[in-house]
């Protein structure tokens, strides 16, 4: 039933997740991860079923207990996930892991887990707005095809307030520790590989510097008014604890301030531009969020859509600072996920009213967006259904976006049940009856 639905290729992608599931949850997901990708309208999971074609192929509540009621675990898919990136990537460099939070928006006060949070989109420095919703830690890895670096959601973590967590007598974990959690779970799964954590500002602190794993790097912002030490001097023989950080230096702020500054030129590409920037070198101890570890800081000035200074810090301070700064730039490529999961994947569409069904059906949005990824850059893109739009007013397209991606694997599949062989009109008139219900609902 399920190749009638989705292109055969993607159903045999899907079957790399069958160790997560037991039999009957397996085909439940099969269904479900198929229609999400295939869905037009809202993602609830009874438009989600429709959009399948798989009504009356089991009873509708059975679709419902596999986010409420199913025992399969979302740590286990998404670790077949990264198994799934990862083999797309050069085995003999670093992989780049982005991690970031972003707020699913709700409305309903039945909704489980939910409470207001902050939105980053309307807030200002000023003035912030607050919508009722779920705040997601996300980690993804990058992955460059088609000249562009594309994130791919893969592990994630459901932050919950203060007063939820009162309310639920639940013990409150801030997003760091949350990302923590994520970072370590991914390099104890990818032990022979070197990552490097990619984060804003939010992600660039004591929690996930301290106490990291040995084959993880972070990069990320830091502060102009960073309280920055020299090394310790060497241990003299004398009574009491050896120092563990020097004299304390001037901060990335007032070197940039003084006018014997030693600004360097460098030429760097962010966000598909190569820029000119100008630059100064830090080595020093970050005391306040690394510790006594040596750290690099690179001070930016003119930084492409930033009109202040900028300042990022690597925990391997051997980088050089182009790669420090360029790294720092594919952290934007998780914001697009974000982007197309909620408009073209229904990631705030589902008001589940069960904790295990929320924690699940969000995942589902952010793992079809990596699906349909790892599908068209493994068989879509040899495809016939694989044509770029061509219209009067955009005659020429080299490169797909993911708005492309998605349009082929709906094409090539809704291709595939058209085209399939059948004795007779009625036949077909059944055939096609299901999709163009569908389409005209």
């Known amino acids: 039933m399920l190749d009638s639905c989705i292109v055969p290729s993607f159903a045999v992608l899907l079957q790399q997740f069958v160790g997560c599931f037991t039999a009957p949850s397996f085909v439940s997901f099969s269904w479900l991860a198929s229609g999400w990708v295939l869905n037009l309208r809202r993602h609830t ?17 059975s679709f419902h207990r596999f986010f409420s009621r199913g025992r399969w675990i979302t740590d286990e898919v998404g670790m077949v996930m990264v198994r799934l990136v990862v083999s797309l990537l050069d085995p003999k460099r670093p992989i780049v892991v982005p991690i970031d939070d972003t707020l699913g928006r709700h409305t309903g006060k039945r909704i489980a887990a939910a409470s207001m949070h902050r939105d980053p989109l309307l807030s200002t420095g000023k003035r912030p707005f607050f919508h009722w919703g779920h705040v997601w830690v996300v980690l993804s890895i990058n992955v460059y095809c088609f000249e562009k670096t594309w994130a791919l959601p893969v592990l994630f973590r459901l932050y919950r307030s203060k007063k939820r967590c009162v309310q639920d007598g639940r013990v409150h974990r801030k997003t760091t520790e949350l990302a923590r959690e994520l970072v370590r779970l991914l390099a104890a799964a990818l032990p022979d590989r070197k990552l ?11 929690t996930l510097i301290k106490g990291r794993p040995r084959n993880v790097t972070l990069i990320g912002r830091s502060r102009l ?11 003299r023989r004398r009574r009491g604890r050896p120092r563990v950080r020097g004299a304390r230096v001037r901060s990335p702020g007032q070197r940039a301030a003084r006018k014997d500054a030693r600004w360097q030129r460098v030429r ?12 100064l070198i830090i080595d020093a101890l970050w005391y ?10 690179v001070l930016v000035r003119g930084f492409p859509g930033h009109d202040h200074d900028d300042v990022f810090v690597s925990t391997d301070p051997t980088l050089s600072p182009q790669t420090i700064i360029q790294t720092f730039g594919q952290r ?7 982007f197309h999961s909620k408009g073209r994947l229904g990631f705030e569409d589902p008001q589940n009213r069960t904790e295990h069904a929320v924690e699940r059906t969000a995942p589902m949005a952010l793992w ?18 694989a044509r770029l739009p061509v219209l009067p007013w955009y005659e020429s397209k080299a490169l797909p976006s993911f708005g492309d991606m998605l349009a082929t694997l709906r094409r090539a599949s809704w291709l595939e049940r058209i085209s399939l062989p059948c004795a007779d009109v009625p036949t077909l008139r059944k055939r096609l009856r299901p999709i163009l219900e569908y389409a005209a609902a």
């Not at 999971?45 to 509540?61: F, Y």
């Open 45 to 61: 999971v009874t438009e989600t079923v429709r959009a399948a074609q798989a009504v009356g192929a089991k009873h509708i509540s």
């Open 196 to 206: 490097i954590v990619v984060g804003d500002a939010a992600y660039t602190n004591a």
């Open 225 to 235: 008014d960073a309280a920055l030490y020299a090394p310790p001097p060497q241990p």
């Open 268 to 279: 760097i590409t962010v966000y598909g531009k190569t820029v000119t920037v100008r630059i």
């Open 288 to 297: 306040v969020a690394a510790g006594g570890e040596l750290v690099r800081l």
């Open 332 to 338: 934007w490529a998780l914001e697009v996920s974000f």
């Open 368 to 385: 079809s967006y990596s699906l349909v990824v790892i599908w068209y850059v493994t068989c879509g893109q040899h495809l016939r259904a």
